[in-house]
């Protein structure tokens, strides 16, 4: 038998053909029709469920919530919490001219409560009698977290809407949009962004005879969309489609804002951690911290943490593993360049110091001048309305802790909060890091009650009076 091995033949040629021939063979039994056979080929990519068919789970291993229980249990607990009628002011209008300003206060009381009684009891009566109005206002997804957009800027910014949580205070109480831009270096020329939401297909039009080449520079980073946490092309995004990310002028659109909310990253556990509404930048030249409860000390550390951290719920390896972009020393001086000539809207009724140009104002703004100074100038004095400074409130004097410790307990210390400036305030609804004061009403309502200045209701009126004009 042995001698038989050397019939069979064994050349590179004929190994080749026999490899052929098996390969062929292999093609018919596989291309016989079979039960339940898979689909193949580049379909299987097309007809893959996306979030809004089927959930993925998130970053933290969880499937995506139901978005429509989710906005249910969130407009349940704002209108426990609010009169959203959505009031505004007859005549008084945002820098841009086109939205009225929100009047309030819209925190609802208890019965028999009113905000002259209020204003007279103790922190801790209000706290034992459960009444304070303005306690922390919770993110929809306070497990999960995430930039939301609202979607008067949804509608026309692709790739920012969410599938598991949608924006929930109405617009009647948010800036206008798109805000105008105001610049330091032409403020001549007004709203320079004439009324058009910037974007990375217009900037170079509407800024080619205002801008320098470096501003520009900088303008076009800030239109980059970069990933984030929610908003990217893994398959733990909180999209329905992979995308980009989102851009610093998605979140402080026109060098302002519209409002939109996220989770402080630097709090822990989760369900501790604060809601923030995005703040202005404008009159950012004017201010030595950033950012309503991190008070970074410039523009440039704020971009580099904001980067490395803040759009990833604080978590270093998510950033790294979804794509964080990192600014080089002359991106991040570009983008600084652009964001401090952003100007504070034009206030004709403030003189050249930034206080009330009495020949212009009336007796109500006068007397809201003299009540502002009493209770509010040590923190915002004139001419840029802060102090450059970080105070404690201490809100937490005033309601039982609604976090992760046990309900009953005194409420959890808010901590130290930026002192914003009141530049163009009446531009800038919702109010406080988190956004829990709709109105000016509101802020006006909360102060009197935290710095215990038991104003009558003529002084807080005037002082509301003042406000607008700043």
């Known amino acids: 038998m042995k001698h038989l091995r050397h019939l069979i033949p064994t050349t590179p040629v004929v190994v080749a053909l026999l490899w052929i021939a098996g390969c062929a063979a292999l093609a018919q039994e596989t291309a016989k029709p079979r039960n339940k056979q898979p689909a193949s080929g580049p379909d299987i990519l097309e007809s893959a469920p996306t979030n809004t068919s089927e959930p993925r789970p998130t970053a933290e291993g969880k499937p995506l919530p139901n978005r429509d229980e989710v906005m249910r249990k969130q407009r349940q607990y704002l209108e426990q919490r609010y009169d959203l009628s959505g009031r505004t002011h007859p005549t008084i209008r945002m820098s841009g001219g086109r939205k009225p300003i929100p009047v309030g206060p819209t925190a609802r009381l208890p019965q028999g409560v009113t905000w002259e009684s209020l204003g007279q009891m103790s922190p801790e009566e209000i706290r034992q009698k459960k009444i304070f109005p303005y306690t922390p206002l919770w993110h929809p997804l306070q497990e999960v977290g995430g930039m939301v957009f609202p979607p008067v800027q949804t509608k026309v910014v692709d790739g920012l809407e969410r599938v598991d949580v949608g924006f929930d205070l109405p617009d009647a109480y948010l800036p206008e949009f798109p805000p105008a831009l105001f610049v330091t270096n032409r403020p001549d020329l007004g709203d320079v962004s004439k009324g058009q939401l910037i974007t990375l297909q217009n900037f170079e039009t509407l800024f080619q005879d205002v801008l320098t080449p470096f501003q520009m520079e900088g303008m076009r980073l800030l239109l980059q969309k970069t990933t984030a ?26 060098g302002h804002t519209t409002g939109q909310f996220h989770l402080t990253p630097d709090v822990r556990p989760q369900s501790e951690r604060f809601r923030l509404d995005t703040t202005s930048l404008r009159g950012v030249f004017a201010q030595t911290r950033f950012g309503s409860k991190r008070t970074l000390r410039s523009l440039e550390q704020f971009v580099q943490t904001e980067e490395n951290s803040a759009y990833f719920d604080g978590d270093i390896s998510l950033a790294e593993r979804k794509g964080a972009r990192h600014f080089t020393d002359r991106e991040q001086m570009a983008m600084g360049h652009m964001q401090n000539i952003i100007d504070f809207p034009p206030a004709p009724k403030l003189d050249i110091q930034g206080k009330l140009d009495r020949t212009k104002a009336t007796e109500s703004e006068v007397r809201g001048e003299a009540v502002f100074n009493k209770h509010c100038a040590s923190c915002h004095p004139a001419p840029f309305y802060t102090d ?18 046990p309900m009953g307990a005194k409420g959890r210390a808010e901590g130290p909060i930026k002192t914003f400036t009141l530049r163009g305030i009446k531009d800038s609804p919702p109010y406080l890091h988190d956004g829990r004061l709709l109105t000016l009403e509101d802020t006006v309502e909360f102060f009197n009650l935290v710095l215990q200045s038991r104003m009558s209701q003529q002084e807080k009126a005037d002082l509301v009076e003042f406000l607008r004009v700043l």
């Open 229 to 254: 946490q929610r908003h990217n092309l893994t398959l733990d995004r909180s999209t329905a489609k992979p995308v980009e990310g989102v851009s610093c002028l998605d979140c402080h659109v026109n």
């Open 388 to 405: 450059n400074l970080a105070h404690d409130l201490r809100v937490e004097r005033f309601y039982n802790h609604v976090g992760s410790t």
